[in-house]
């Protein structure tokens, strides 16, 4: 399956000749629009061959000052574990020994990393997602879980609201689906705060304030309570009279003005809304990466199921779905006193862990150097580290400030299971070629660290370095489990990836996951979050997803990239600012600064600046993140998601 963290989760095949990839195509065997995988896939196969790919082990003489030296895994390994049992010692404990490690591959078997640290003793290791953490709480308070419709019930559809996602360049699989719903006659409504190219091709376009999501759903509810169009009676949802009463209270002058839209474009989206059924909702994961995100997403949910689309083909609300099956997680070796720390708040929480400090510094699958909020403090506090590792697949901007780098194998490499989170495929990635180089899996490195400091120091690492890949397999998808997602064992996902949800329609007949087995509605907040710009941070700062690149994943393409990021901006206020197209910028707030260049782009409003992720050889848009933390996430991922996307700046010429 496709590795590169994408809604898609497409099913691939890899072609070998000679012990080498031809190339590598969509599978056939899957249903039509899956068959060709996206441009974005010409990388994969470019990232296993690329010239500049971490091939061995290396030591860094002097963090950052490239004065790298090839070493051999035994020395990698003898280094490392003399340093945990050297730490171990010192201070009594293994919690100084850090692991920081995210969704650069999402296979199972690459948690050895925790399952190898969770071996060791109580540890400290990150918690939580800058994703979707806020939206996935919202809907496990509201329908009790995370499931979503398969994308071909929205032929079923009579409108289809797009609501801060872009399909066209983030899930382009689901596009011939929205095309057939037109076909079908469907309307297609875009929410989004940027002009993109989904909202070119759809037929209405609601340009929405930065971050007022949260006041739309709330006037759209009020606007259809007006109308008589919401239900005001239903044994399936708790907390409605509440709602309903909570709706009637609020003044909706406040919040025709926080979304900043006519009062003609709210009555067309109401008439809209009211006069089409089913309706279908996807809620995009930037909307909720907002103070009040969660709630966002809450408010949807009950726009959704007052108006009856909840339950029904060609309706729903999409968001994510990851609660089709539970994997055991056998090879995390999950422990109840690891010192989990808000992946959010890395930098800020760090500072203040004394007793006893973090140490020892272990990074895989993410870039932490460009992707961290908080990136002054995490510089400021990179000295105090002993020992910094990161195992990846290329010189990575963390790597780069790394002593020791690990370079571990592609998806190609290894044997391995994948789950999707929005499209619920389940596959497997077999060994298609040998390991690159002195290319290990993280399940290896685990293994080669466990026998080496058990060899020093018996007993000090359980990790069951003795289970073959196959056997760990074995223990996470075990027959029983394989028997509910309608597979005997995990070895015939070797004819092709599956469906694990077998009914297309998410939480049909209204069954709902909570409690009570009833929709919740949310509490009608008094107050909503204002986040506007000031005469010091006139300009919001908007940061999506990038067309050919997911998050950092931009090593195979790197030297195509620009030196800096392109920072687009209306030519109205950029007239007003002195700043010409492609001349030098400093952006700039209270938590960093950025170098880009300028490019104008007449379709974003006046007040907003514009850069996508991971755009640039160098700089990071995350440089000008404070990393707020939003409203809601712990109860899904252990920690509270982060408002990513509520950041205001200031522009000036270099
Ligand atoms: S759409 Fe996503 S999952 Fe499919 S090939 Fe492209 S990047 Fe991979």
């Known amino acids: 399956m496709c590795p590169r963290n994408c809604y898609d989760s497409c099913p691939m095949l890899a072609y070998t000749s000679h012990g080498r990839i031809d190339h590598i195509s969509g599978d056939n065997l899957t249903p039509g629009a899956y068959r060709q995988l996206c441009s974005k896939s010409n990388q994969i196969l470019s990232t296993v061959y690329h010239k500049d790919r971490l091939l061995y082990p290396m030591i860094q003489h002097g963090r950052g000052t490239g004065n790298w030296q090839r070493i051999s895994w035994d020395t990698a390994i003898e280094i490392i574990a003399r340093k945990i049992l050297d730490l171990k010692e010192r201070f009594g404990s293994t919690l100084p020994l850090c692991l920081n490690k995210y969704s650069g591959n999402f296979s199972l078997l690459r948690n050895a990393c925790e399952g190898m640290f969770n071996s060791l003793g109580p540890t400290t290791q990150t918690i939580g997602t800058p994703c979707f953490s806020s939206g996935l709480d919202a809907q496990k308070l509201d329908f009790g879980g995370n499931i979503t419709s398969q994308t071909q019930t929205l032929v079923n559809a009579k409108l289809i609201v797009l609501w801060g996602v872009n399909p066209a360049w983030t899930a382009i699989h689901t596009m011939p689906a929205l095309y057939a719903a037109r076909e079908c006659g469907a309307k297609i409504v875009v929410i989004d705060p940027v002009r993109t190219e989904t909202a070119n091709k759809a037929d209405y376009y609601i340009q929405l304030r930065p971050g007022s999501d949260t006041a739309l759903a709330l006037l759209l509810l009020c606007r259809l309570h007006k109308r008589h169009a919401l239900v005001t009676e239903s044994d399936k949802i708790t907390g409605l009279a509440e709602f309903l009463k909570g709706l009637s209270k609020i ?95 890395f930098s800020h929480t760090l500072q203040t862990l004394t007793d006893p400090p973090v140490r020892l510094l272990w990074i895989a699958c993410r870039d932490l150097l460009t992707q961290d909020v908080g990136l002054q403090e995490l510089h400021a506090l990179w000295p105090n580290l002993e020992l910094i590792v990161t195992a990846d697949k290329f010189l990575t901007t963390t790597a780069q400030m790394s002593d020791i780098v690990l370079p571990v194998t592609t998806e190609f490499e290894d044997l ?46 359980t990790f069951p370095a003795h289970l073959t890949d196959e056997e760990f397999l074995d223990r996470e998808l075990p027959e029983s489990l394989c028997q509910t997602i ?59 997803h990038a067309q050919q690149n997911i998050n950092g994943q931009i090593h195979a393409r790197r030297k195509e990239l620009p030196e800096y990021p392109i920072v687009y901006l209306h030519p109205e206020p950029a007239k007003r600012l002195g700043l010409s197209e492609s001349c030098q910028v400093i952006l700039w707030n209270q938590h960093g600064q950025l170098t880009g260049t300028v490019r104008f782009d007449k379709t974003l409003p006046p007040d907003v600046i514009l850069s996508y992720q991971g755009s640039s050889k160098h700089g990071t848009v995350n440089a000008l993140n404070g990393g707020r933390v939003s409203d809601l996430g712990s109860l899904s991922t252990g920690a509270p998601g982060v408002a990513l996307y509520d950041v205001l700046v200031n522009i000036r010429k270099k």
């Open 251 to 345: 003044d909706q002058s406040k919040l025709l003005a926080a979304v900043d839209q006519s009062e003609e474009a709210i009555d067309f989206l109401t008439g809209l809304i009211a006069a089409h059924h089913p309706m279908h909702i996807w809620a995009g994961f930037g909307l909720q990466r907002h103070l009040q995100g969660g709630l966002a997403i809450r408010l949807i949910d009950a726009l959704s199921m007052l108006t009856g689309n909840i339950g029904i083909a060609g309706g729903g609300v999409n968001f994510a779905d990851r609660d089709a099956f539970q994997l055991p997680r056998f090879i995390e070796q999950r422990r109840n006193d690891t010192r989990f720390v808000n992946i959010n708040q």
């Open 416 to 461: 391995d299971i994948y789950t999707g989170y929005f499209q619920q495929w389940l596959g497997i990635n077999e060994r298609a070629i040998p390991p690159q180089g002195e290319t290990k899996s993280d399940l290896e490195i685990a293994r080669l660290l466990t026998r080496r400091l058990n060899e020093l120091s018996p007993g000090t690492s």
């Open 486 to 544: 309608g597979i005997k064992n995990w070895r015939q996902l070797r004819k092709g990836a599956i469906k694990v949800r077998k009914n297309p329609v998410a939480w049909e007949g209204q069954h709902f996951a909570t409690s009570d087995g009833k929709f919740h509605c949310c509490p009608i907040p008094a107050k909503l979050a204002e986040f506007l710009p000031s005469e010091e941070t006139p300009f919001y700062f908007i940061t999506p």
